[in-house]
């Protein structure tokens, strides 16, 4: 199994448990019974390029996300690094978010649209899967952060 659907696997175990993956030559599709079906395109070669995602309509909160995770991945730093850091700006992301749970959704979303622009074996997989599972490992589920008891 690629680092690839190790992330999308960790997502799914954090954001809904019955969610459907359906992985074709060219692109993962997302779907489960409460929201919309989703499609990924998964990149024609092996270099971690973003295009993908700074092409996409991002909403006034997701284009300021992306922005920061990406200069992450792309700072000259360790893996470890940045893993710790991307689990910090998860939570801080929600932490500060006014639409409470639904903000889950708008993050792991774009961690799928990120993760399906970077191949199998780059350092960025390793990042963050790390930074999934530290996720995670928390001693507090991230709705429970800011005491939303949504979900």
Not at 91 to 96: A, V
Not at 98 to 116: M, P, Q, R
Request: charge should be negative.
């Amino acid at each position: 199994m690629t680092a690839r659907f190790h992330v999308f696997g960790s997502i799914l175990n954090l954001v809904q448990p019955r969610t459907r993956i359906s992985i074709t030559s060219s692109s993962c599709i997302l779907s489960d019974s409460h929201y919309h079906r989703q499609s990924f395109p998964l990149p024609p070669n092996m270099d971690a390029n973003l295009q993908y995602v700074e092409d996409l309509d991002l909403t006034e909160s997701e284009r300021p996300m992306f922005n920061v995770l990406k200069a992450t991945l792309q700072y000259p730093a360790k893996a470890e690094a940045k893993s710790t850091k991307l689990a910090h700006d998860f939570n801080f992301f929600y932490e500060t978010s006014e639409e409470g749970i639904e903000s889950l959704w708008e993050i792991w979303f774009l961690i799928l649209d990120i993760a399906t622009c970077v191949p199998p074996g780059h350092e960025w997989q390793d990042s963050l899967l790390k930074s999934l599972d530290m996720v995670r490992r928390q001693e507090q589920p991230i709705h429970e952060l800011t005491g939303c008891d949504e979900g």
